[in-house]
Structure formats: structure tokens, C-alpha cells
């Protein structure tokens, strides 16, 4: 009963042995792959995007890091929403590859900016010119960190907004599959067409043994991407088992498979919760994380039998009354089984 | 036939046996995993260092880079050999990282450093104060960028000089092993007890996928190289696949038998070189690696056979008279066979 | 009519005439001037802390981004309230100088800081270790941006907070002459013996050409401090100017003088507003500076007449309803005449 | 008996004289002062660009990095002599302005760049793509810091080879006038005709308390220079006292005198030095220093009589033969008089 995180979960078996296949013989170092051409071939594809450049690398931090990097400039700000991984969990890796870079924190219920905290918060940008930060990029987290989603209609307003402005934005992807699939629309729709210039676009939380692609609609400044990335200690000598897991990852679908398990997971896990007398959900179940809140002795159980998940927030305690409610956030991945979903809810009833 | 770099070989079926054994089931993200608590056994085991602290990224470039930034500070300088890594080819990465520390450059054949270099350059530093930048820290790559390595007392001459002047050492040991098996010393002997604070151990292009371990014997600033770790993007969430390529790495001396082999390549490759009428070694073949020129001909056979190699410099044209000496680099990793090598040498002989 | 700010007023000519007085023969540069030595004992003497270090610069925002650089890490936060001048009014200076530091933003009524809003903020910092950025330093402004000003338990309840959690604070005295002679303090209540470690000593706004002293008051890094404003491009070669503006600013009371001259104008210019129909003060008049409303046809008056003074929040139109209430920051300096003032009353009422 | 640096002058009485005048009344901050108008045009009419965009600032570090901050980017490189101030003497301020570009040590006579070592540099840069650093702006400094000076033919030869691939360059001219003086060329000529896009115009060393003028032959990127000014904490609020300082420096050629009596102290000094016995140069006397080494016993009568000036390197000693050769560097500024030139001489010979 493995709750924590998706990123505790194990990869795909398509995915490890692809990386088994990579290892045979030599192969030219630093991306020089022919897998990776394969690789952005299938992005421009499945993205209808022929020009977007690919880029790989191992984590969503540097994923977010050098794509806002490439945005923005040190003097100017990033606007995202207050719960943004950007903001909340980076540990300032935004600040450290933009150069100082500060990031304005929106407002908006379920981790999703509200448009009219969006226009305000440029409205007072700079309103002072040389002497304040100026309007720099526009960061959109999809999913969210509370498992809310926005549709391409949510994020074509944010992005327009922006674009007023004159400003550009990004997609935070970490979990981009888990929300494709719950919309059904196009990877196009839901970024390039919807206004997002660059997207991270996760891998790892969703059956990846570690590789984030780098999207970049706007090609522009493909090239300072990669300065930056080699300079940041992101690019790979032996990168064809990033490729290669990429290319698994994006083959016959298997990444919309992943996805879909792990929501359904997370439905079920849901579905389940409301049944407990007492629990309520704190955010609705968009992708594969799960918000509620049920009575204490549910959690007690829960973790005497060792299973994995936080409290949200970390400080309640195991201790008091056992019909208080204790709030939880559990995240599915693509492997959470039904027997260990229905173990977890048996524990808590 | 490959020898662009070591970083182009396969990783060791081992390896890839114990990434796949990782994948099994769940485990906590970000270095929490078991694995993680042997790897740290293991390395202190190793190197003879029960406080060391140990941490694990994916490159050498991250690996190098955040060591040094926690050992200087941006106002301060690191002494390296003008042929260094660091210096050549890392995009910058140590000026990002450590907030834009200056590199002094220092001389010495083969890319070793000429201890009276380092003097003087010491001396010189600060001279006038507040005015200039600061003595920092001393990075020595061993196995150097040229193929040759320093013995435990080279390193401990330089990290003398380095102490009387209140200096830490760094080692970027991307190749370590390779020097190691070749000097037959212990780790601790090429390493701490030579008066290295902290070291770089290489793993990627020694039959790793991507790991790299930065061992810190002194390790006050453990918590703060963390932070940088994180803050760089370089903490990996499945970080199980990291720990475990570096388990079966140290379990039964494979890192050595990896070098070893890898070695035993070039020593064979380059006493065919010199078989080769015209041929001469640029450097001493200590490791795995062999800058050696040849005449003309014998390059245009090899290139036309697709054998992978740099000239060195990178600018000599195929174009030209036969007998004319073009100079180039070859490296052999661990899984270059006698025949590709035996092979290599009938073309170009 | 010259309420803009009181950095738009003249030097006093106390100053101008020790900047003569300096100008005579030659001297050593870079603060090895004499009358440096004697600025550093009078300002030790001012706040008896013999022990202080005080170094001169020639902005607030290189007073207060040096001090906060050799204070907080990178991957550490400043707590700062939402109006402070380091978040609103430096362009990013404060992450510029720290390397990226973030800043928290914390509430509290007319730009002080709520003791409430400061806990809860520490609280949340870091609770989840490495992924988050970590606690720093607080920075208070006294007087604030909003004319109010803390008094001396006041500032040590947020210290404490602070210090609870291990984080030393910064005062920003831009305006720190205006709120001392109000509250009839001493300099070290007001400072260290109330918490604060570092102060940026106003003096630009106050009656100088252009020098504010950084006193710290704990030396632990001084000489990072000095490495950092070289580094910085703030240590002046022709020093003696900047050190005989202080000393005159020190001596026989001249900056208490000035500033009790700009606040008893402010004072005049606030009763004077209050006595229009319909106007009100937006905060309390504590130091020199006003925020007030008052009905448009007196803005319309004041800015035929070529009046000075900032429309606060700046996009407030002159066109519209002649009562209705359009608000305003006026700033008073130590020339501020009562017949201005006065001249100014008789045009708004 | 003062020649220990031309920033131990004083400033000229035209230039105190502008500051007072500056002092009535209020005016508005941050550069919008009328002064300050007349300034730029001055500039552009000096220097017949009448596009330039013109900047203030307080020293030549703020002045240098700056400039160079807006040429070039984080991971290209900044090509200027081993020997520059911005290598030597700026505490590595260009790094940290820069975000940590790399400088390339060029070589030459007398702080001089040989067009051969830029070539050969540039050539050097990033010839393996992303691995590299890349290439960035070169800096000249004129005159240099061994009292040399480039003709317009030698800068436009640099530039030239610099802007073939396609780098921009700048001049650190904090010795300009003196270098301008003595060439008896028009401002243009040595500057943007010759290449230059961007110029620290020196005043601190020259006559004035302490301003630099960036002039912008090219002024793309001013917006950014201007952000990167106020991030930096160098924009001054009382701004007319900067601009009150400028406008008496250019009015009537005041630099240019002040620069010739520099000069004129130089050569008299040098003069004087070649007829004591033993006695030579070390570099040409082309500007406002020297470079030139005299008999110890020489030195130490100086130095009994408390003349004022640095060994040249530092560590020379006092204690020795007497006859022993000890080389100074010697720095005259506009108000060294004759009288203290002989008195000077009258002791070393």
C-alpha cells in the first residue's frame, strides 16, 4: 500500500527493456543518439508540432528550471500559482538557473490560478518601471499539485492574459499524461494550441525510471536551451537510456496507458474514501491524487499496517480523538493495483 | 570500432541486471531507498572513511560542480590545470554553480599539474586584498584529461601546498578506477590520505548507465551540498536506480575489473600504435585513454572502415599528403575487445 | 512644492561643506582615508557597540542587498513584509546580491509586520527538508514604506521570533534618523539591544549627497562583507567623500536634526490635509512621509500649480467627479519650508 | 609626494564647484534631473554619436561590468589581457555581473592584447559546441594598466578580428582621456569608429569625486543596461550630483586638461627617474604612470620622506644591497605639482 508519491513507483516493463535494448554495442554520447532522433520525430507527431524542438533530461525540476530559464530574464518575474512545485518544492531551482529570477505567487482555489489574480498581479508589475522586477513568464502547472486539472479553454484564457502582456508561457507536465487522458483532447490542444510555448513534459512520475522531455513550441532560443542545460550538469554522456525510455514511453501509446491506470487508481481509491462516515474530499479527483480527509482511527489502522501516504499537512498527529478528522494526500501510479487499493480502504473504514 | 570516448561503451550487464532488480515494487523517492544506506556502507568500506559522506548524480559535470561550490565561494578561485575538465569542458558549469568563482589556470606536461604552477599562482593570488579574488580550492583530475595519473604522493605534493595556504583539495576522479587499478594503491592512499577533502568518483564512463558518487570525507558542509544538490535539479526521485547501479558497481570489485579491462585495451592499442612506421604517443598511456599520431593514410583507412576517433586537435584534414602525421585521441572503455582493437590496427598500419 | 520623495531634496550644507573640506590635498583611497577611521568610532560611539563593523556605500539598495548577501544562503528565504523596499522598489536587487534567495512575503497593517504573519511563515518554511527552500533572515523597515515605524519592543518581538528559529535579523533604516527622534530612543535600543544584527543607515534621504553606512553589528563577516561590496562594484576609490559626508551627518546630532525637521514638516502638511472636507490619512504619520486622500479638485489645483507628489496607487485619473477622493503619498525632507507647505495646504483645501 | 594611484587625487574645483551649484533647491531623482539632459548630449555631441545612450554611475567596476554584463551572456567567454583590470583588480565583479562568464587571458607586451593570442583565443573557443564555453566580447583597456596606450589603428585592428566572429567589443576606459590626450585624436576615432560598442568613460581618476559614464555606441540593449543598473544598486537617487560632476568635466574640455597635466607630471617624473644611475623603465610612459625601477637606496630615502607609491610587484623589500634594483609603479594625477615631482626626484637620485 504504497501512497506516497507516484514517483515511488516502479517503471514500466516496455521501459526497462527498452533501456536493456539501448545498451547494446557503442553509441555517439551527449544526445548524438539515433534513438533520440527517433524520439523527437514521435514528439513532433503525437504534439503536431514539426518545428517544436526535444530536449531530455532527468528530473522535473530541471526540466522547469532551464525552460523558465530560457524565458525569462534575471530582472523579471515568474507568475505562478502559490502551490506551484516551482514555488513550493524546487528548493529555489527557479532562482538558481534564471539568475534571481522572482516568482509572483497567484491566487486560486485547487492550486489553479484564478484569471483575475493573473491581471492583477501584471497590472501591478513594474508599475514603477526600472525601479520593480518586470513581467517576465507565465507558469501553469497541469495537472496541479492538488490533482485538479484545467482544460484547454482554462489554460487559452491564462495564456491570453499573458500574451496581453507580452508574455510568454510555460506547462509544467510533470503529470501532463494524467490529464490528457481525463480530458480526452489532443497534447496539441491542451499546449501549443491553448497559448504554452514550452513544456516539461513528465515522464518519471508516470512509469519512467527518470526522464523529463523538454518541449519547446517556440524554437527560438533551442540553442541556449542546450548551453544551459550542458551547463547545468543536464546533459547526459550515455543518453540513449533517455531516449530510449522516451521512445517506450511514447509508443503505442504507452504513456496514456500509464496514465489511465493510475487515474483509475486514484478513482477508485476515491470512490472508496466517500464511503468512510465522515471523510470528504478537499479537492476534486482529476488525475491520480487524492485530497480527503477521514477519521483518525482510519489512519491508525492505515499505518499500523504500514501503509505509505502523508498527511496534508505533515503536523497532525496519530494522537486524540479517534472520530476527528485527519486530512491525507495519496498519490496513485501506474502500478497501484485494485487488491492494494481495497486493502487501504478496508484498513480506513 | 569505438574510441570517441568511454562514455560512448555500453554500461556492464551487471549494472543492468541490478537496475532491474531495483524495479521491483515500490521504494521512498530522493534517496530514501535501502539501496542508498548500502551504497553509503559500501563507500565508506571502500575508501577506509566511516564519517565520509556520500551522494549520488547522474553526471560528472553535476558531480564536480557541486562538490566545488560547496568548498569556495564565489569571490574565491579554484586551481585547476589548464586542461582540466572543469576548465574545458563543462560549459561553465563550475561558474554557475558556485556563483561565479574564477578559474586559475595552471600548467604542467600531460596535463598534470607542475607543483611550482600552483605555487606561484597561490602567491600570486590576493596580493592586493579586498581587490582581487580570493584563494579557494585545489581540483586535480585523476585520471587526467591526457590519459596519465598522478601516484598518491603527486597528489599529496600538490595538497600540501594547497594546506600551508588554508586550501581544500577536490579530485574530479571521473576515471579514478582507472588510475587506481593502474597504481595498485588503495583508495584511500590516491585519495584522503593523500589530503583530498573531497572527490568526484566516476562511474558513467567506467560501465554505469549515468551515476557519478561525490564523496566528501570532510563533511561539515554534507547538509549544504544537499541543498545544492536539489536546488541544481540533481536529486533524483526514483533515486533507487541510481543507488543501484552503484551497488552492483562496488560489489565484488567490478569497478576494477571494469578499468582493468578497459586499460588492458589501451595498452594494447597503443603498443600497436607504435608499431605503426611514424607513429609516436603524445603522452604517457597510464589509463585508458591514448593521444598518439600516425601517418595520414592510416587515418584515412580507419575513417573510411567508420572507426570512431577524434583528431586531436580537431582541425587536421584528411586532406593531404600520406606519410604526413595527423595526431588523435582513442579511448578504450571496458568492453572494447582485442579484436576491434586488432582490427583497428591492421587498417591503419 | 516638492513632495515626490524626500530623495529629491537638496544635501544640508553642513555635508556640502565637509565634501570641501575633504576635497583638500590628497588621501589613500578605498576607505584607508582618516576620516574614515574617525566615522567608524562615531558610529560605534552613536550605538555603543564598540565592536561594530561599519562600512559606507552610496545607495539603500547596496546598503541593504550587501547586508542580506553576507547574511542568508542562497537556498534560503528572506521574510521581509509584502511593502518592504527590498521586495517592491530594488529591481530584484536582494536576489541578485544572495545568489537567488527567495523572499517571504508577509502581512501586517501600514507595512508593518504582523508577529503572526512572521511565525506562521517560519512554520511553514522548509517542512519538507531538502525539497524546500530554507530559513534566512528577517529584514524590518524602519521607519516603513509606509511612514509608520516600530518601536523598540515592537522590533524585539519579531526578533525573537526569529532568533527562536535560529534566523538573525536586518533592520532597512533608510528612514531610520525619522523614526529614532520620534520615538526618543537610542540608537541601540532601537537596534541591536532590540535583536537586530545588521542595520543599512540612511542618510541620502536625510541630508546627504548619496551615503549609507552598514553597521554590523555582529563582525562574525566582515571581510565577506568587504569582499562582496568590491565584488559589487561599491567600495569607492576616492572614499574620503563618502566617509566626510557621514562624519558630518554624525556630528553635534545633524541627522537628528534633519530628521526631526522633515517630520515636524510632515506633521504640519497631515494637519493641515486632515482639516480639508472629506480628507483622511491612509496610515498614521510616524516619520515623514503622508498617505492621504482628499477630494480630486485639490489634486487638480495642486498639480496646475506644479505640485510634486505621487497619485498612490499611480493610475488614479485627475479627470473625473471634483469629490471624490483620489489618494496620495507626499514625502517631506529636511528643507521642506512651512510656507511651502502652507502654499501647498491653501491650493488642496 | 603622492603617486600611490591617480584615485588619491583630488577633484578638480570646477567639479566641487558644479556639485554645490547642484545643490539648490529639489529636483527629480534617478537620473531624471535636467542636468543630466545636458549630459547626454554632451556626450553624443563629444563623441559625435549622436545615438549613443549614456549612463552614470559611481566607479569603473560598476562601470565595466555592467557594460560587459549586457555584451555577452552567462556561458560565453570575455576576452581581454592577462593583466586587465577586470581580471586583476575587480574582485572578480565581471563574474559576478555576468552570471559567471569566463575571462580568456590574453598576452602581450606592456598590458598590451598581441592581435595573434585574440586570434588564437578566439579559434581556441568552443570548438566542441555545447562542451565549450563560447565566445563572448572582447575588452580592451585604453590607456592600460601599464600606463600604455592602443593607437585607433590598434583597437580597430582588435576589434576588427573580433567582430569576424562576430563579437562585439568594449574599452574599459578609465585612463580614456589620458590615453586621448596624448593621442591627440578625436574621441570618435579611438572609440566607435575604431569598433568599440560600448566605453567605460573614466572621471573618478581624472578630477571628479566619483562618476563613470557608460556610453552605448550601440544602444539595443539600454533597457537592460538600465534594469541591470538599479539591480545592481547603482542607481543613484540624488542623481544631479553625478550629473552635476559630468557636465563640469566635459564643459570647456576640462578632461582633456586635466588629463594633460596628468600626463605632463608623468613624463616629467619619468625624465627625472632615467637620469638616476641604474634607473629604467619598464614600460613606455605613454599616459599618467609608470613602470620603472631604481636603486633600493632610492627607495628608501622616498619612503623615509613618506612619499607615497607601491613596488612593483608588492613584495619587494626595503632591506638589501643598496644598489640593488627595486621596481615602483608611480601614478601621477592632475594636480601633482611640479614642486612635489622634483622634491621626489631630489630623493631617489
Redesign the interface.
Known sequence: M?F??D?????APEV?AA??HA????????GADPIMDRVRAQIREVFEAPEAEVYL??????AN??ALATMV???QTIYCHRLAHIE??????P?????????T?LEGPSAKIDPESLRQAIDYTA??G?????KGVLSITNATETGTIYTPAEVAELTAIAKDSGIPAHMDGARFANALVRLGCTPAELTWEAGIEALSLGG??NGL??VEAVVLFNPNRAW?F???R?????????HR?LSAQMEAYLTDGLWLKLARKANAAADRLAKGILNVPGASLMHAVEANAIFASWPRKGHRAAQAAEA?YYHW???QSLEGPDDEMISARLVC?W?TSDAEVDQFLQLIS
Not at 533530461?57 to 530541471?62: D, F
Not at 513550493?88 to 531551482?93: K, L, N, S, V
Open positions: 504504497f506516497a508519491s514517483n515511488g513507483g516502479p517503471a526497462m533501456m536493456m545498451n547494446e554495442g557503442t553509441a555517439m554520447p551527449y533530461v532527468a528530473t522535473g525540476t530541471a528550471s532551464l530574464q534575471p530582472w513550493e518544492d524546487e528548493c529555489g531551482a532562482e538558481f538557473y534564471t539568475g534571481g529570477s522572482k516568482l505567487l508599475r514603477a526600472v525601479h520593480n522586477v518586470q518519471t512520475k525510471v527518470g541556449e542546450e548551453l544551459r550542458k551547463r547545468g550538469g543536464h546533459l547526459f554522456s550515455k537510456f505509505k499537512p505533515f503536523d501510479n502500478a
